[in-house]
């Protein structure tokens, strides 16, 4: 109960995470003509994962990115068997790239504020 309750951003972000990537997207979804918009929404998510992980943990390491790549990776998994969705190793790639900026953000502001003190 104590890993709930010290994780929780995280969990609540990557439930929403979740059922964001595996719902089917409606043709009444606005549709933005940027390049690579998709691999930006990836990169966007998955930092904001790998944020709340430091965040939460007072602390960055491997094993954060880890968990986020994993989590990249099952995602895909799951859209390869859903007939609306598609696997990409490209999003695997902006996931973790995004997760790695996130933990980097993280660990940079905890430092700052420990500094502050």
Known sequence: MDFI???????????????????????????????????????????????????????ADWLTLALCAGFGIAIEIIQSFLPWRSFEVADMVADTLGAAAGILVAKYLIGFAKNLK
Do not use: C, N
Request: hydrophobic residues 45%; positive net charge.
């Open 5 to 59: 309750k010290k994780y929780k951003l995280s969990i609540i972000w990557a439930v929403i995470m979740l059922l964001a990537t595996t719902m089917k997207s409606g043709d009444e979804m606005p549709k933005f003509d940027i390049p690579y918009m998709d691999k930006i929404v990836h990169f966007g998510i998955f930092g904001v994962l790998g944020f709340l992980i430091t965040y939460e943990k007072r602390r």
